[in-house]
């Protein structure tokens, strides 16, 4: 496709439209798969957490409810460390952000391992949190930045993917680890990070839109683009056309600027109740599958059924966004979700019975739910530009990490006053209230017979 604007024009060259229209080199392509590597840590991190609980309350001889402050000051650490690196990223860059938050989660993951009892527990899992936050805006932004507008949804939602992925893996994993050896989950949650931290370091490039709007940083922009088979002129001016925050509008209020107002009340919104919805899940099932009493390996089964499902979801979803559209993909997951949820609510949670339903139903729920997380993040990458990609994206998952923090208590009032099925009918009314939200936003992905993609 011809662009209507041309990469050169008037002695300035337009980086973000060079991107836009431009090949898909390999260089470009193994950046993305190495940032990507760093949402699977999210999924990882946090499946880690719920699949030990059961091993840690034998091992150190506690209740469930005993781990309602370790799970809320990881969430915490997230929050913060979402909205706080975000920012940062917008400021410095995303690839230093990006590495440093890395390492600042696999330090803390790592100790986890040789450490007994809840309160070093809490202190560290709220330290990783921080890190481990900040990963997601500036990968996200990474995703968006490094890819043509043709490929740009799927390259995302293939990345957030990512968090499934590490969800299933840390899934397959602790089924395999006994409760006499639950520091092997920590152990292998906090080395993977450092191997990706090295690959970061040695091969992940810095977002040549980021690049384009700091002059003094010209001559890293002309390497990047010569490895991105995408060369340019050196003596020319570089602008990104696409990455301007509104005109009076600083810092975080341009979020909540005119053009932007009702995307990113919608976003945050949505953000919230659908990622309460799935760590909601995550975090409890392993637990309710166990007061069932399934045994052991049903509870890890469980997780990766509703894992796996997410996986294959987001992926089609991608897919429908650039065919259909995000509002109309987004709206069709959700409500899938909604039944998914309305279904486990009729399952009797009976280990004599065949665990063929259940086991769908999880895989279904997990499937939608963690189809509509994915690819809000492709949506609020969209939504807006380079200036503000990585603080926009932030603020959008920091709230929903707000969501994510509140899971543990909202999750065990639905299971002390509605027994575990109406834990899951709790959760399909959360996503009711997602999908009102998708709907309100109003600049969505539009599908394939409609203007492409923007920057």
Not at 426 to 434: A, D, E, K, N, R
């Amino acid at each position: 496709m011809k662009p209507s604007n041309p990469p050169v024009e008037g002695g300035v060259t337009d980086i973000g439209r060079m991107i836009d229209v431009g090949a898909w080199s390999n260089a470009q392509k193994l950046a993305v798969l190495i940032a990507a590597l760093a949402i699977v840590l999210d999924g990882f991190a946090n499946q880690a957490l719920a699949l030990s609980i059961p091993m840690l309350m034998k091992a150190w001889h506690v209740e469930r409810s005993a781990f309602l402050g370790v799970t809320i000051a990881g969430f915490a650490g997230m929050a913060v460390g979402t909205v706080a690196f975000g920012v940062l990223g917008d400021r410095l860059g995303r690839r230093p952000v990006l590495i440093g938050c890395v390492l600042l989660f696999a330090a803390p993951t790592l100790a986890i391992a040789f450490i007994n009892g809840l309160g070093p527990l809490l202190a560290l899992r709220l330290v990783g949190g921080l890190g481990l936050g900040g990963c997601m805006p500036n990968a996200t932004a990474l995703l968006a930045e490094l890819t043509p507008a043709r490929s740009r949804s799927l390259a995302i939602t293939s990345g957030i993917v990512g968090i499934p992925v590490g969800g299933t893996l840390g899934g397959l994993i602790g089924a395999s680890v006994s409760a006499d050896h639950w520091q092997a989950l920590y152990l292998i949650a906090g080395l993977c990070p450092l191997v990706i931290a090295l690959l970061m370091i040695g091969l992940l490039p810095e977002s040549p839109r980021f690049l384009a709007i700091r002059p003094q940083r010209k001559s890293e922009l002309v390497k990047t683009m010569r490895r991105f088979e995408n060369p340019i002129d050196p003596a020319l001016p570089a602008v990104d056309s696409s990455g301007k925050r509104p005109e009076g509008a600083p810092g975080v209020m341009a979020l909540f600027s005119k053009p932007y107002l009702t995307d990113t009340l919608g976003l945050w919104s949505a953000m919230f109740f659908t990622l309460l919805s799935v760590y909601g899940v995550v975090i409890w099932l392993p637990s309710i599958l166990g007061e069932a009493h399934y045994p052991g390996p049903m509870t890890s089964t469980g997780l990766t059924y509703f894992n796996l499902g997410g996986i294959a979801a987001a992926l089609g979803g991608a897919a429908c966004f650039n065919r259909f559209g995000s509002r109309n993909a987004l709206a069709v997951m959700a409500l899938g979700a909604i039944l998914a949820s309305a279904w486990l609510y009729a399952i009797p949670l009976d280990p004599k019975q065949s665990p063929l339903a259940l086991l769908t139903a999880l895989t279904l729920q997990g499937g939608f739910i963690n189809g509509v997380q994915t690819t809000l993040y492709a949506l609020a990458a969209f939504v807006y530009g380079t200036e503000m990609r990585s603080a926009g994206v932030g603020w959008a998952v920091g709230i929903g990490r707000v969501g994510a923090i509140i899971c543990p208590l909202v999750g065990d009032q639905l299971i002390h006053l509605t027994g575990a099925n109406g834990f899951f009918g709790g959760f399909g009314l959360t996503m009711c209230v997602s999908l009102a939200s998708l709907l309100m936003i109003r600049r969505h992905i539009p599908g394939r017979n409609r203007v492409s993609d923007k920057a």
